[in-house]
């Protein structure tokens, strides 16, 4: 009985792969805004034929870059290619990979938690890869794929078969509908900030996040980046590490843990080779200036968070690194 | 370590199988599984692993004192028990009691170890074990399957499994059978009831009779679906290495009386406090008034035993209550016949009711909790659901339990087919396969939930 227990398991698991084999690349809808948001960054940054700035990350970047006055300082077409920190590190690198050109600039304000990713892809980049982006399935390791294929939920899986999806998305908060020519967020004045965003915001002033005590900056993430970096060096494109914007928490100046984190983040990232300019607590402002969570500004902090970012980054745009 | 853990069965036991079975010498063997019981127990904390080694030591000397004694046995066997009893009742008692300011954790299985030992120094006592060893002593409290939330097992009847011959491997096949079924019970039965419960009870201002109806039901076959899994668990576990630990559950849901139920709810529990308590005050061989009090104190002591408080006194009460009114009622000549299916019926609603109690902890929201239940204000019921609504409604999922608790084979039973001598269906083996991929890849996706007798 025992061989044909463990046969049958095995037996299952194959059927499984199967499931998932035959749904991959049906769209699903939790993923469908960010999709639709890369499209629109995609053709704005196609139809740029000069060298351009490209600001990589997740929604920090979406929300608190103000790409004009970037283009405006420096000169040169800026593209905003922040959407989303869910779909994880290894996806933000896929998706901007391709609109890459030599001597492109990148510049790259990621939230902290993607710096220690750590072959444990989140949700929604579970969810876009086998809707959307199947072929960088191949491409992960062995580890992130066998995580994929145990850690998918039943949920998504039926929603893979009977989703009836796919069109773009253009009511709510998140969409392209809010994204202006440069892809940056237009939907994020404080006249729109409800009531249950500011709860959200200080539910996490009061349990803030600890990246710090999370941090692991021997991960696979690293070595995703250090590979990024060079291959923008193999075609000559210049990459710069800043610090994302979080919502301030004195507990990340007066905890050690986490003082240490933000305080050593530049030592530690230069010593792998990546190149970090500023001071993460330069990029933290108060819990006023966020829009609806702590990575989000307003339309009026993301100035003050561009302006500090041009000032960090000036001296390193135009020399050759 | 959770047995509904990754830890617990990649990290721990799986190497641990493997091992055993390559050592050849029984003795080793026994030494292996007690090095690793304590590694599993001391895994929860140094003070409860403390308490547990001082209980084992303490009792063990007690024993050898009572059997090598000539005169004074009672008294020391009282002693032993006073003993026992103490860890017990501060911990699980101070607080309540207003012994102490502060509440503290209680030590992980208290309850299970202290009744376990007390039933031991009365087989001692009573001369039902010849000779104890050390090492089989520590044996019989700490393996690990049957530590945290019993069964209760009896001295003799687990040392006498330990001659650890060649590997029974029908053993091994019965293990991973309930082993699966457990798991399956545990992380998709009755951990997809926790949020519906939650939601009822947490919320008992603001939902409807109907919600309130939804959240006892969903937390009666929450229970039911933990302690059955854990009951499954642990016997599976134990199979692995050889040992026949006693059945513990036996699907109580079907009882036609409260009588019943008792015999298959918690059934080693259920006969230690028939053993110990209710047998010494005279049992049924007294007068009816006699009997009833041996049934209420008896049962008193049950509720206690699950945890201090109003409510788990008064759940004890009236499940006595009610095992005296079946009593008398069993007595009189000029019953009524009343069919199964409503005897079971009337059963399962009156247990699950008293769940209540068992839930909320609290004797104000508990009776607040009934106002709404029997205020039957339907109000707010749902009729018209889309297909989706209604695959994914709490109503289906408590249709379903009903289907799997009262019509479907209990764990003894599927058992007991896989044991039998007659060639097993292709089919069977399928669905059990089935059930643990199931149960092992959802747990990657859910947050580990502990059982609740774990509380205990």
């Given at each position: 009985?025992l061989?044909?227990?463990?046969?049958?398991?095995?037996?299952?698991?194959?059927?499984?792969?199967?499931?998932?084999?035959?749904?991959?690349?049906?769209?699903?809808?939790?993923?469908?805004?960010?999709?639709?948001?890369?499209?629109?960054?995609?053709n704005?940054a196609?139809?740029?034929?000069?060298?351009?700035?490209?600001?990589?990350?997740?929604?920090?970047?979406?929300?608190?870059i103000?790409?004009?006055?970037?283009?405006?300082?420096?000169?040169?077409?800026?593209?905003?290619?922040?959407?989303?920190?869910?779909?994880?590190?290894?996806?933000?690198?896929?998706?901007?990979?391709?609109?890459?050109?030599?001597?492109?600039?990148?510049i790259?304000?990621?939230?902290?938690?993607?710096?220690?990713?750590?072959?444990?892809?989140?949700?929604?980049?579970?969810?876009?890869?086998?809707?959307?982006?199947?072929?960088?399935?191949?491409?992960?390791?062995?580890?992130?794929?066998?995580?994929?294929?145990?850690?998918?939920?039943?949920?998504?899986?039926?929603?893979?078969?009977f989703?009836?999806?796919?069109?773009?998305i253009?009511?709510?908060?998140?969409?392209?509908?809010?994204?202006?020519?440069?892809?940056?967020?237009?939907?994020?004045?404080?006249?729109?900030?409800t009531?249950?965003?500011?709860?959200?915001?200080?539910?996490?002033?009061?349990?803030?996040?600890?990246?710090?005590?999370?941090?692991?900056?021997?991960s696979?993430?690293?070595?995703?980046?250090?590979?990024?970096?060079?291959?923008?060096?193999?075609?000559?494109?210049?990459?710069?590490?800043?610090?994302?914007?979080?919502?301030?928490?004195?507990?990340?100046?007066?905890d050690?843990?986490?003082?240490?984190?933000?305080?050593?983040?530049?030592?530690?990232?230069?010593?792998?080779?990546?190149?970090?300019?500023?001071?993460?607590?330069?990029?933290?402002?108060?819990?006023?200036?966020?829009?609806?969570?702590?990575?989000?500004?307003?339309?009026?902090?993301?100035?003050i968070?561009?302006?500090?970012?041009?000032?960090?980054?000036?001296?390193?745009?135009?020399?050759?690194? | 370590?959770?047995?509904?853990?990754?830890e617990?069965?990649?990290?721990?036991?799986?190497?641990i199988?493997?091992?055993?079975?390559?050592?050849?010498?029984?003795?080793?063997?026994?030494?292996?599984l007690?090095?690793?019981?304590?590694?599993?127990?001391?895994?929860?904390?140094?003070?409860?692993?403390?308490?547990?080694?001082?209980?084992i030591?303490?009792?063990?000397?007690?024993?050898?004192?009572?059997?090598?004694?000539?005169?004074?046995?009672?008294?020391?066997?009282?002693t032993?028990?006073?003993?026992?009893?103490?860890?017990l009742?501060?911990?699980k008692?101070?607080?309540?009691?207003?012994?102490?300011?502060?509440?503290?954790?209680?030590?992980?299985a208290?309850?299970?170890?202290?009744?376990?030992?007390?039933?031991?120094q009365?087989?001692?006592?009573?001369?039902?074990i010849?000779?104890?060893?050390?090492?089989?002593?520590?044996?019989?409290?700490?393996?690990?399957?049957?530590?945290?939330a019993?069964?209760?097992?009896?001295?003799?009847?687990?040392?006498?499994?330990?001659?650890?011959?060649?590997?029974?491997?029908?053993?091994?096949?019965?293990?991973?059978?309930?082993?699966?079924i457990?798991?399956?019970?545990?992380?998709?039965?009755?951990?997809?009831?926790?949020?519906?419960?939650?939601?009822?009870?947490?919320?008992i201002?603001?939902?409807?009779?109907?919600?309130?109806?939804?959240?006892?039901?969903?937390?009666?076959?929450?229970?039911?679906?933990?302690?059955?899994?854990?009951?499954?668990?642990?016997?599976?576990?134990?199979?692995?290495?050889?040992?026949?630990?006693?059945?513990?559950?036996?699907?109580?849901?079907k009882?036609?009386?409260?009588?019943?139920?008792?015999?298959?709810w918690?059934?080693?529990?259920?006969?230690?406090?028939?053993?110990?308590?209710?047998?010494?005050?005279?049992?049924?061989?007294?007068?009816?008034?006699?009997?009833?009090?041996n049934?209420?104190?008896?049962?008193?002591?049950?509720?206690?035993?699950?945890g201090?408080g109003?409510?788990?006194?008064?759940?004890?009460?009236?499940?006595?209550?009610?095992l005296?009114i079946?009593?008398?009622?069993?007595?009189?000549?000029?019953?009524?016949?009343?069919?199964?299916?409503?005897?079971?019926?009337?059963?399962?609603?009156?247990?699950?009711?008293?769940?209540?109690?068992?839930?909320?902890?609290?004797?104000?929201?508990a009776?607040?909790y009934?106002?709404?239940?029997?205020?039957?204000?339907?109000?707010?019921?749902?009729?018209?659901?889309?297909?989706?609504?209604?695959?994914?409604?709490?109503?289906?999922?408590l249709?379903?339990?009903?289907?799997?608790?009262m019509?479907?084979?209990?764990?003894?039973?599927v058992?007991?087919?896989?044991?039998?001598?007659?060639?097993?269906?292709?089919?069977?083996?399928?669905?059990?396969?089935?059930?643990l991929?199931?149960?092992?890849?959802?747990?990657?996706?859910i947050?580990?939930?502990?059982?609740?007798?774990?509380?205990?």
């Amino acid at each position: 009985m025992l061989k044909k227990f463990t046969l049958y398991f095995i037996l299952i698991f194959l059927l499984w792969l199967l499931i998932l084999f035959i749904q991959a690349s049906n769209p699903t809808k939790s993923t469908q805004w960010v999709f639709d948001v890369y499209n629109k960054k995609y053709n704005i940054a196609m139809s740029i034929k000069k060298p351009k700035i490209v600001v990589m990350a997740g929604s920090n970047a979406l929300f608190g870059i103000n790409s004009k006055m970037l283009e405006n300082k420096f000169k040169m077409p800026v593209v905003n290619y922040g959407v989303n920190a869910g779909i994880d590190l290894p996806l933000i690198l896929y998706l901007t990979k391709r609109i890459l050109k030599p001597k492109d600039i990148v510049i790259v304000p990621l939230e902290y938690p993607l710096y220690s990713y750590n072959a444990k892809p989140l949700e929604l980049m579970i969810d876009y890869i086998l809707s959307r982006e199947s072929k960088l399935f191949f491409q992960l390791t062995l580890k992130e794929q066998l995580f994929i294929i145990w850690n998918i939920s039943w949920k998504r899986v039926s929603n893979g078969y009977f989703y009836k999806g796919g069109k773009v998305i253009k009511i709510g908060q998140y969409g392209i509908h809010h994204i202006d020519k440069y892809g940056d967020q237009t939907y994020s004045d404080i006249k729109y900030k409800t009531s249950n965003m500011k709860n959200i915001l200080n539910k996490f002033d009061k349990e803030p996040q600890t990246y710090g005590k999370d941090s692991n900056l021997n991960s696979l993430g690293i070595k995703y980046l250090k590979e990024f970096v060079l291959l923008c060096k193999n075609r000559n494109i210049k990459v710069l590490f800043v610090p994302s914007t979080l919502m301030y928490n004195k507990s990340y100046l007066k905890d050690k843990i986490e003082s240490k984190f933000y305080n050593n983040l530049k030592n530690n990232l230069n010593q792998k080779g990546l190149l970090f300019i500023g001071n993460p607590y330069n990029y933290m402002q108060s819990k006023d200036n966020y829009f609806d969570t702590i990575y989000h500004l307003t339309t009026k902090a993301r100035d003050i968070r561009t302006k500090r970012l041009i000032k960090d980054i000036s001296q390193y745009i135009n020399i050759k690194i | 370590m959770l047995f509904n853990s990754y830890e617990f069965i990649f990290k721990f036991l799986i190497p641990i199988f493997i091992i055993f079975q390559y050592i050849n010498n029984k003795d080793i063997k026994l030494y292996f599984l007690i090095i690793t019981s304590i590694v599993f127990y001391y895994l929860n904390g140094l003070e409860p692993f403390l308490i547990l080694i001082s209980s084992i030591l303490i009792n063990y000397w007690f024993a050898k004192n009572i059997q090598n004694r000539l005169k004074s046995k009672k008294k020391f066997l009282i002693t032993i028990i006073i003993v026992n009893l103490l860890p017990l009742i501060y911990y699980k008692y101070a607080y309540s009691l207003s012994l102490i300011e502060e509440s503290i954790i209680i030590p992980l299985a208290i309850s299970f170890y202290t009744f376990q030992q007390i039933a031991f120094q009365f087989d001692i006592y009573q001369k039902k074990i010849d000779n104890i060893t050390f090492k089989n002593y520590i044996f019989f409290v700490t393996f690990f399957p049957q530590l945290i939330a019993g069964p209760i097992v009896h001295y003799k009847g687990l040392i006498k499994q330990i001659n650890f011959n060649k590997i029974n491997i029908k053993y091994v096949e019965m293990g991973l059978i309930l082993f699966s079924i457990g798991l399956f019970k545990k992380v998709i039965l009755a951990n997809s009831l926790i949020p519906i419960s939650n939601y009822s009870f947490d919320n008992i201002h603001t939902i409807s009779s109907y919600d309130a109806w939804i959240g006892i039901l969903a937390y009666s076959f929450e229970i039911y679906f933990d302690f059955s899994a854990y009951s499954d668990m642990a016997i599976g576990l134990a199979l692995f290495f050889g040992i026949k630990l006693p059945i513990n559950f036996n699907s109580p849901y079907k009882s036609i009386n409260i009588r019943e139920f008792w015999r298959s709810w918690h059934i080693t529990l259920s006969t230690f406090l028939k053993e110990h308590i209710y047998i010494p005050l005279g049992g049924n061989r007294v007068s009816i008034f006699r009997q009833s009090f041996n049934l209420l104190f008896t049962m008193i002591i049950a509720g206690i035993w699950h945890g201090s408080g109003l409510s788990f006194f008064l759940w004890g009460l009236i499940h006595g209550l009610l095992l005296v009114i079946y009593n008398i009622y069993n007595k009189n000549l000029y019953t009524i016949k009343i069919p199964k299916p409503i005897s079971i019926l009337i059963t399962f609603i009156i247990i699950t009711l008293l769940w209540v109690l068992f839930k909320v902890n609290n004797i104000d929201m508990a009776l607040e909790y009934y106002k709404l239940l029997f205020s039957f204000n339907f109000d707010n019921i749902n009729l018209k659901l889309s297909f989706e609504q209604l695959i994914l409604s709490k109503e289906l999922l408590l249709i379903l339990m009903i289907v799997i608790v009262m019509f479907l084979p209990n764990s003894l039973e599927v058992s007991n087919y896989f044991k039998s001598d007659k060639k097993i269906k292709d089919r069977y083996i399928f669905v059990i396969a089935l059930l643990l991929f199931i149960s092992l890849k959802s747990m990657a996706l859910i947050p580990k939930e502990s059982f609740i007798y774990f509380n205990f």
